[in-house]
């Protein structure tokens, strides 16, 4: 059977279709703001990868943001629940998944079977997503991907003092006036998200073996920076940014119509789904 | 007439005013006061507890320029130098870095002090946004503070949220709130609290062909909410007065008054003989660290720094 998982994120689409549970394409392209057109568009293109049709496939499961509006979808699911499955196919021994995006910080406790245990989110400030890292490498005046790479060559710890994305890039404007590194720039960046991820993910417990997923898995500054921040050990699965369409891709496999999730977010029960 | 992207919507002009009616040299004690703000610095002068001078600037990369230059425009070709200054002290997020300064004092206590001097004794509730935080103060008649709340964590409710917001609408930071009211209806407000957040939301409001003038109501009403918010955490009494460069923003102002039930003061000197003075509400700070200066001095509480 041909499934098909579709996660709508706040910057980016990506496209995991599975033809008897093997991967047979997967695709990424920008959520720009008509995100339902961008999903369809991006799922016609997949497809054509893979010498399919729309009407070929069996099930489509979506997740992310606007994930009602779009039509070709047969369900939808929560990004927690579709996190976790993507993450148990891959890391069957993983406990805890965090998924960095755009636009958000989560953290999940999972079982060994891949169901949702216990969840916290930030969703409100742009400090604990992936939105602060680019806003500093704009500051830096280079891409997320050179930031991340020269912030590994670092040994020194500066601290941030600023909790927020728009003061951080005055902040690291004023660092480079002083004329401190930037690659010790870059790092305390790094340095400062790992902070506030760690402290979403002590709300649910770091149990290993700990997962990391989401477009900010890709930057290895950022990773390097959150591993001495938790003092463990974080697993980076390969195109780590995939693994929610791939869980969705897994619902849809296994038949699943709906998945719902309690969520804390900064202690409070709120139901997502 | 196209204007490129080197524009700055943020960068309201920089003003001085000297009171032409004063010869500083016939006065007897001369008190400065300087507010280095992370995004705007001022520079006040009294002689004999009369205003004689002040400044408006951008504050620099560099604290110590920033607050050189914010008291060398103020004082301009009065030909008074720093020898003369009987006593400076320096206030606002740079403070320990005013080179002139005698001794520093914190900006929550200056702005009451300032905002008692400027609206008068029946002030009691002061809301100051600068450009990277929003305090609630909480002040008695003579301007002593109470109580006070603050936030310089996150951008939502600072100035910086609005200028980020000017340069991305591309409108100069002064036409904001007059043309947040030239709208038919007014707009739900921006939803998301975060800055960055709202940055997107704005564009994807942009993008659907929503009028600049709704969505800047709709973003001033999200600023007046999120101050209503602070405020009301520390209770607000009248006379109920706003300094800061946010003051000036009718759009926010309006309708912070709408959501409290409460009307702001009138924008001008508690002093009559003031009337013809500009009356600029970012001075307040500096205002009041200059006031504690000639109190100190008057008092005998502080030795003269005077030189010449």
Not at chain 1, 68 to 95: E, H, M, N, Q, Y
Not at chain 2, 26 to 44: H, L, N
Not at chain 2, 47 to 59: I, K, P, Q
Request: glycine fraction near 10%; proline fraction near 3%.
């Amino acid at each position: 059977m041909i499934v098909a998982g579709i996660d709508v994120g706040g910057k980016n689409v990506h496209v995991v279709i599975l033809k008897d549970g093997a991967r047979a394409a997967q695709g990424a392209a920008a959520t720009g703001i008509q995100k339902a057109q961008a999903a369809e568009r991006l799922y016609e293109e997949t497809l054509r990868k893979a010498g399919l049709k729309q009407v070929d496939v069996g099930r489509v499961v979506a997740t992310g943001s606007a994930c009602k509006r779009i039509a070709f979808a047969d369900a939808c699911i929560a990004d927690a629940a579709a996190d976790a499955r993507g993450v148990t196919r891959l890391v069957p021994s993983a406990r805890t998944v965090i998924d960095v995006g755009a636009e958000e910080g989560r953290a999940i406790k999972i079982s060994p079977d891949g169901k949702v245990l216990d969840f916290a989110i930030n969703e409100k400030c742009a400090a604990g997503t992936g939105t602060f890292v680019e806003a500093m490498a704009i500051a830096l005046e280079m891409s997320v991907e050179e930031m991340a790479a020269i912030s590994l060559k670092s040994s020194t710890s500066i601290p941030m003092n600023a909790q927020c994305a728009v003061f951080g890039e005055s902040e690291v404007v004023s660092l480079i006036h002083q004329n401190i590194e930037k690659q010790d720039i870059a790092k305390a960046v790094h340095d400062a998200i790992a902070g506030r991820i760690a402290s979403v993910a002590r709300i649910v417990g770091l149990e290993k073996d700990i997962v990391i997923i989401g477009g900010m898995a890709k930057n290895e500054g950022f990773i390097d920076s959150l591993r001495k921040e938790i003092a463990m050990d974080i697993i980076v699965p390969d195109d780590p940014d995939f693994v929610g369409a791939l869980g969705a891709a897994e619902a849809a496999a296994k038949g699943v119509l709906e998945e719902k999730v309690a969520v804390k977010v900064v202690g409070q029960e709120i139901v997502e789904g | 007439m196209a204007e490129e992207t080197k524009k700055e919507y943020w960068r309201w002009p920089e003003s001085t005013w000297v009171n032409s009616g004063i010869d500083w040299k016939k006065g007897t004690i001369i008190t400065v006061g300087v507010d280095v703000g992370s995004v705007s610095s001022q520079a006040v002068v009294l002689v004999d507890g009369e205003l004689y001078a002040f400044s408006n600037t951008r504050t620099g990369s560099d604290s110590p320029d920033s607050a050189r230059k914010a008291l060398g425009i103020a004082v301009g070709e009065t030909g008074l130098t720093v020898d003369n200054i009987d006593y400076c002290i320096g206030t606002g997020y740079g403070r320990v870095n005013v080179p002139m300064a005698q001794r520093t004092i914190t900006e929550i206590a200056c702005h009451a002090r300032g905002a008692n001097f400027m609206y008068g004794p029946q002030v009691r509730t002061v809301m100051d946004m600068g450009g990277q935080d929003c305090k609630a103060i909480n002040c008695d008649d003579k301007g002593k503070v109470l109580n006070f709340m603050m936030n310089d964590k996150c951008a939502a409710g600072t100035g910086r949220g609005m200028e980020v917001f000017a340069d991305l609408i591309r409108v100069p930071v002064w036409e904001i709130g007059p043309r947040s009211f030239q709208v038919k209806k007014e707009p739900p407000m921006i939803s998301s609290t975060c800055v960055v957040f709202a940055k997107s939301e704005v564009v994807g409001l942009l993008e659907k062909g929503v009028p600049e003038n709704d969505i800047m109501a709709a973003y001033c009403a999200a600023m007046a909410h999120r101050i209503m918010e602070l405020l009301n955490r520390l209770g607000v009494h009248e006379k109920f007065v706003i300094t800061g460069g946010i003051a000036k923003n009718e759009g926010v102002v309006k309708r912070l008054e709408k959501e409290l039930g409460i009307k702001t003061a009138e924008k001008v000197w508690y002093n009559p003989a003031y009337k013809d003075y500009p009356f600029d509400t970012q001075i307040a700070g500096a205002l009041g660290a200059a006031l504690f200066a000639v109190a100190m001095v008057s008092k005998g509480k502080v030795k003269s720094a005077r030189k010449k």
